[in-house]
Every structure is written in C-alpha cells, then in structure tokens.
C-alpha cells in the first residue's frame, strides 16, 4: 500500500514503501545526504524522537539516484566458455 501523500509526515518506513526499497536504503540515503553525497536524501524535515520524519513533498521532489550511477559491484560478465 502506498503511502499517503496527504500526511503531514512521512516516516522512513513510508519512504521505503514510495521509493520501492528497504528500509535499512532509506537510511543509506540520509546518511550520504547529510554528507553531501551525490544520491542523499534530503535533510529530514522533522524528528520524533530519533526517528527522522520527511514530509511527503520533500520525497516526491527529491531527484532520486539514476541506477547507472549507483556504486557497488559491477554486473559479471559472461567469460569466453560463456559460464
């Protein structure tokens, strides 16, 4: 179920839900944005507690990371044997 783009706040686990990501992403995210890399989510726009909160206009305009530029692993490639 998607979250509500009514609610005054969204919280990571809504996030997760609209982005199409786990949970443990979401907070991947926000760590790189508060260290200004490339691909971080905005500054949350409140905190309950220790829980970050964004409201739902900050997400949807938020420029997700286009895959091609994600870091990790690259894909494997088929060797000459094609195994």
Known sequence: MAPDP???????EDVAE?????VRSVYTYRLRGQKGEPGGLPREDRMFGRSPA??????TGWQRP?????????????TAEGA
Not at 6 to 12: G, H, I, L, R
Not at 54 to 59: E, G, H, M, S
């Open 6 to 12: 009514e609610a005054d706040y969204w919280t990571a």
């Open 54 to 59: 964004w409201k739902p206009a900050t997400i």
């Open 66 to 78: 286009d895959v091609s530029t994600r870091r990790g692993r690259p894909p494997r490639r088929p």
């Open 18 to 22: 609209y982005l199409g990501v786990a």
